[in-house]
């Protein structure tokens, strides 16, 4: 079946600095890649989507990379602040369902 | 719109006993997905329904876990002897239509201790 992968486990940066969190999978349909965030105690929150179609997507300090050649998605938070202390998700979709990567526990350090 | 609803919040049970897990999709969702997420496996899918039908379950142990669809507004994950390796933080999530089109909004999740 579908494998991802999410690199690094944990990351550590400090306020204003950049954050890049890659995941790698082995097979995706056409359709949406998602990134969320997930806060302490909190469910999975919707961070940015983008389609197969599409190789970059910038919203507010955030760049979504897609590299369907290298089957390589990224996220780079870019001026990192402590509120983004989070772990981030990354979910390529299947042909039924989507596949979650194991997630990056960020911290910021102010 | 109250996004996806997980009820209890946490919820600790005895070596055992039984657990049983509510989610309330988002109004207008057809699809309905739960989730166990711990610090080893991280986020492991579990069963899926569109419609209130089982699609996929092909993530939820052979053994003591169940999951109905009774109506189109909640969904129940059953845990039956509950054992400690069953302690975990549970997520819903639903979407639209189901499938790899469509969104998927998570709940809170349940966070179940066994004891």
């Known amino acids: 079946g579908e494998q991802v992968e999410q690199r690094p486990p944990h990351l550590s940066v400090r306020e204003g600095d950049s954050a890049f969190i890659i995941c790698t999978y082995t097979?995706?349909?056409?359709?949406?890649f998602y990134w969320y965030k997930q806060e302490p105690g909190a469910g999975l929150q919707l961070l940015m989507s983008v389609f197969s179609n599409v190789d970059r997507k910038e919203e507010q300090g955030l760049t979504v990379l897609l590299n369907k050649k290298d089957k390589r998605l990224s996220l780079n938070l870019t001026a990192a602040h402590p509120g983004d202390s989070a772990v981030y998700f990354c979910?390529?979709?299947?042909?039924?369902?989507?596949?979650f990567g194991k997630g990056t526990s960020l911290t910021v350090i102010p | 719109n109250a996004g996806v609803i997980q009820t209890p919040r946490h919820k600790v049970t005895g070596k055992g006993q039984e657990a049983t897990l509510w989610c309330e999709p988002i109004s207008g969702h057809s699809a309905v997905f739960w989730y166990r997420q711990t610090i080893v496996q991280g986020l492991e899918f579990l069963t899926y329904?569109?419609?209130?039908?089982?699609?996929?379950d092909s993530g939820m142990p052979k053994e003591r876990f169940s999951a109905q669809m009774p109506n189109q507004s909640h969904s129940t994950l059953k845990i039956q002897s509950t054992q400690p390796q069953d302690s975990a933080v549970y997520l819903c999530?639903?979407?639209?239509?189901?499938?790899?089109?469509?969104?998927?909004?998570f709940g809170p999740g349940t966070r179940l201790l066994v004891l």
């Open positions: 097979d995706s349909a056409t359709a949406y």
């Open positions: 999530a639903s979407s639209f239509t189901g499938g790899n089109q469509d969104t998927q909004y």
């Open positions: 329904f569109r419609n209130q039908a089982p699609i996929d």
């Open positions: 979910a390529v979709p299947g042909y039924q369902n989507f596949y």
